[in-house]
């Protein structure tokens, strides 16, 4: 199935204590994720919502750039309305990855000094470890079928965000 994500956000809960401008920590990541599938064959999906949560690690160059390297687990896929024999459905594409960005992080000083306004960019590549979908069968309605023939293994993206 060809598709490509046309929306994907993080809102991360960052749990980290600052200990200075040089130091380096790790964290958790908790965020939502909306994506969405595309291509010829997909027809009127609409974007799913789902769950990103993981680990990353702050490397400082020096005060204000650093390295930022993550492990995260994110939820993808779409959902369409069907309907059959009068009945209305949910039918739900979940797409399941491991994914790995490898940010560079540019961050800048506050006046408050627990808030650090961020801009990150840089690329991540993403493993499909499981893929479902529901298949409407007519009279019996959703069941669930794996797709993790049909999906791609691995993907490639670049990230470019800010937070704080």
């Not at 980290?16 to 909306?34: C, I, V």
């Not at 969405?36 to 999906?45: I, M, P, Q, S, Y």
């Not at 690690?57 to 687990?73: D, I, K, Y």
């Not at 529901?134 to 069941?143: S, V």
């Amino acid at each position: 199935m060809k598709r490509s994500i046309f929306f994907s956000a993080a809102f991360c809960l960052l749990f980290l204590t600052d200990s200075g401008a040089h130091a380096q920590y790790l964290g958790a990541k908790l965020g939502y994720s909306s994506a969405n599938l595309a291509g010829d064959d997909v027809v009127n999906a609409e974007s799913r919502n789902g769950v990103l949560y993981g680990l990353f690690a702050v490397l400082p160059f020096n005060s204000v750039v650093a390295f930022q390297p993550e492990a995260l687990v994110i939820a993808k896929g779409s959902q369409q309305q069907i309907s059959d024999s009068g009945q209305n459905f949910t039918s739900k594409v979940k797409l399941h990855y491991l994914e790995f960005p490898l940010l560079l992080a540019a961050y800048f000083p506050a006046e408050n000094p627990p808030i650090k306004p961020v801009l990150f960019t840089g690329p991540s590549i993403a493993f499909n470890f499981s893929a479902k979908a529901d298949e409407l069968i007519p009279g019996q309605g959703l069941t669930e079928i794996d797709l993790k023939e049909a999906t791609k293994e691995t993907e490639f993206s670049w990230i470019v965000g800010g937070g704080v």
